[in-house]
C-alpha cells in the first residue's frame, strides 16, 4: 500500500510538472566560454570558499581577488585616506533614498518590469554601501 502511495506520488508530480522544467537549458553565450578569469563575490566567505575550490578543480578559469585584477589599478593605494573624499561621501551624504532618485532613470526593461526586482536591488546596495569601508578592509580570499 505504502508502496503503491509513493508512485501515485511519484506520477502526479511528474504529470503536473510543466513541460519547461525538461526544457534543455540553452547554451551559454560565446563570449562568456571565452572568459579566462572570474571575480567571486559573496558575504559568505564559505560559499567563496566552495565555490573557488570547485573552480580550481575545474581548471578552466582563473580566480582573481578584485574585479580590477591588473595590480596597476591599486598600485597607488596606501591607506584608507586614497579612497578619500569619496568614500567618506558614500557613507554620509548617499542614502537609500537617493539611490532611489537614481534608480528612477533605470529603464523597466533593465528589470524585466519587476518592480520587486529593482527594490531587492536597491536594498542590496543599501546595505552594501554602508559596508564599502570594511569590505576594502578585508584581506583576499
Not at 573552480?55 to 593605494?77: F, P
Amino acid at each position: 500500500m505504502r508502496r503503491a502511495l509513493s508512485i501515485l506520488l511519484l506520477l502526479f508530480v511528474a504529470v503536473s510538472m510543466p513541460t519547461s522544467a525538461f526544457a534543455r537549458k540553452a547554451p551559454l553565450a560565446a563570449k562568456l566560454m571565452q572568459a579566462k578569469t572570474v571575480y567571486i563575490q559573496s558575504d559568505s566567505k564559505s560559499d567563496v570558499r566552495e565555490c573557488s575550490e570547485e573552480l580550481t578543480k575545474w581548471g578552466r578559469l582563473k580566480i582573481v581577488s578584485g574585479i580590477y585584477d591588473r595590480t596597476i589599478v591599486y598600485s597607488r593605494v596606501t591607506s584608507m585616506d586614497d579612497f578619500e573624499p569619496w568614500l567618506s561621501r558614500l557613507e554620509s551624504k548617499i542614502d537609500i533614498d537617493a539611490i532611489w532618485r537614481m534608480a528612477q532613470g533605470i529603464p523597466s526593461a533593465w528589470y524585466w518590469s519587476q518592480p520587486t526586482s529593482l527594490a531587492r536591488l536597491i536594498e542590496r546596495l543599501d546595505r552594501r554601501r554602508s559596508r564599502v569601508r570594511e569590505l576594502l578592509l578585508q584581506p583576499e580570499v
